[in-house]
């Protein structure tokens, strides 16, 4: 935790970014969803992709943020599940900054909540 005070303490502009649907971009392994079975009295419904509220589904998104994000954490990037803090000293490099992770997110069809 100390590290992360000692990088962010040269940062004056932060950006946070929450992910829209993040979890649902994990695809369930092939003859795995009907562990993710839900019941209802028309039918039963499998998951294709990963629900919220699995016990690794937390563990499992934060690997795949951690691979996609790998270049940038530690240099102006945090990641925390679906959350991204982009960190800069100055605006100009914050816009750098901010257009690497869109880009990013872009190539990994992630999308960021608008509303937040």
């Known amino acids: 935790m100390a590290n992360l005070f000692d990088r962010l303490g040269g ?21 795995d969803e009907h562990k993710t079975a839900c019941v209802t009295r028309y039918r039963l419904y499998d998951f294709l992709v990963m629900p919220f509220g699995l016990t690794n589904a937390p563990a499992t998104f934060c690997t795949l943020m951690n691979q996609v994000f790998r270049e940038y954490i530690d240099e102006f990037g945090v990641v925390y599940l679906d959350y991204i803090v982009v960190y800069s000293q100055t605006l ?17 069809e992630l999308y960021a909540k608008l509303s937040k």
């Open 92 to 108: 100009e490099e914050h816009l750098v900054h901010l257009r690497k992770v869109l880009t990013r997110l872009r190539e990994h």
């Open 11 to 31: 940062a004056t502009v932060f950006t946070k970014i929450d992910l829209k649907t993040g979890y649902w971009r994990v695809r369930i392994t092939e003859g």
